[in-house]
């Protein structure tokens, strides 16, 4: 099991020592940190609990933060909204009221007739009926509640978001102190993501911390041959490279990605709905250890749970299956 790394996302599911504790005796070699949440500042008990349930089963836990990176999000809302199929839902650059939806002002040139809007890891879908200027009228095709801070995809629009948020930068220059051993940057569009990156870990004096390069829309793997001098491990992040193309291309992306890392030595992880089924379930889908199974044999180095633990009813479960799959997995590959 030691040619491969298993993380567990940290959330209130998991957050305790004695959960971690579990985890850690299940297999969890290391922890992801989101922070597109929240402030590593605003960490402290939770790294604490961290820490104290590796000293227990005397591990030296792999840390990880994600950064919030170029990425579109939907601000904070006042209540959770109900979108309804069929109706209309407003998109304002200055939230306004109760039943419109906050987002970056940003958007809103990219905004045409037409344009897809994708929340919540595509969980949502609205279609863009009237575009303007820090507001832009919608019908919801694909209904449901959206909560504060959900994910925002817009499929083919062309935006370019700064690298890096100052709440990055904040938290990169107090990575090295917490002991943080790799960071993520999602949404990486080519190496100047990367390249910026490295230069504020630089700056921040924490050069040795390694670089995950999350590949979350089709930019990213155009650029993947650029990326590889300048990661030190490649994400295939299903969650929303699957919102910026047809569902069923998305496998042969992640077996393209594959290959090409393999064939680079370039160590990569796979990641997002492992065992989504897990959050609410005790035992997983066939179709999803079958998952995890085939990532091992395409050389995946490391696989992560997100929801499963850091929200999911059964945290500990997942991180056994996770971990028990994978070995099985290796076995089979041994024995040719």
């Known amino acids: 099991m030691s040619a491969l790394d298993f993380y567990g996302t940290l959330g209130p599911a998991c957050c305790g020592a004695d959960t971690l504790t579990d985890l850690f005796s299940a297999g969890m070699t290391g922890v992801r ?11 402290g008990a939770w790294l604490a609990n ?41 998109l304002a650059a200055d939230g306004g009221s109760a039943d419109t939806i906050p987002v970056p002002p940003l958007i809103f040139p990219a905004l045409r007739a037409g ?22 009228f919608c019908t ?8 504060s801070r959900k994910s925002i995809a817009l499929p083919g629009a062309a935006l370019r978001p700064p690298t890096l948020t100052q709440s990055d930068l904040e938290n990169l220059s107090r990575a090295r102190a917490n002991g943080v051993t790799g960071v993520m940057l999602p949404f990486v569009r080519d190496e100047h993501d ?27 793997l155009f650029a993947l041959p650029r990326l590889l001098p300048h990661a030190d491990h490649i994400v ?22 594959a290959a090409i890392c393999r ?35 395409d050389g995946a180095s490391s696989l992560m749970l997100t929801g499963e633990t850091a929200a999911g009813a059964y945290p500990v479960q997942a991180m056994r299956y996770l971990c028990a799959t994978a070995s099985e997995a290796l076995h089979f590959q041994e024995k040719g």
């Open 263 to 297: 064939a680079a030595g370039k160590p990569f992880m796979v990641v997002t709905q492992l065992l989504h089924s897990m959050q609410k379930a005790a035992v997983p889908t066939r179709a999803e250890v079958c998952d995890i199974f085939n990532a091992v044999l």
């Open 50 to 90: 961290l820490h104290e349930a590796a000293a227990r089963v005397r591990l030296s836990p792999r840390l990880l933060i994600d950064l919030r990176g170029p990425e579109l999000r939907v601000g904070e809302l006042s209540a959770p909204l109900a979108l309804t199929e069929g109706t209309r839902a407003t």
């Open 115 to 136: 344009q897809e809007v994708l929340l919540d890891d595509g969980a949502l879908l609205l279609r863009v009926d009237t575009p303007g200027d820090g507001r832009a």
């Open 194 to 220: 990367l390249l910026t990156l490295r230069r504020a870990l630089l700056d921040a004096g924490a050069p040795q911390i390694a670089v995950f390069a999350k590949l979350e829309n089709k930019a990213g």
């Open 140 to 147: 919801v095709f694909r209904g449901g509640i959206l909560h």
């Open 236 to 257: 295939v992040a299903r969650g929303d490279l699957g919102n910026d193309m047809p569902l069923w291309e998305l496998p042969a992306a992640q077996k393209r990605v």
């Open 33 to 43: 940190l989101n922070l597109s949440h929240i402030n590593l500042a605003d960490c």
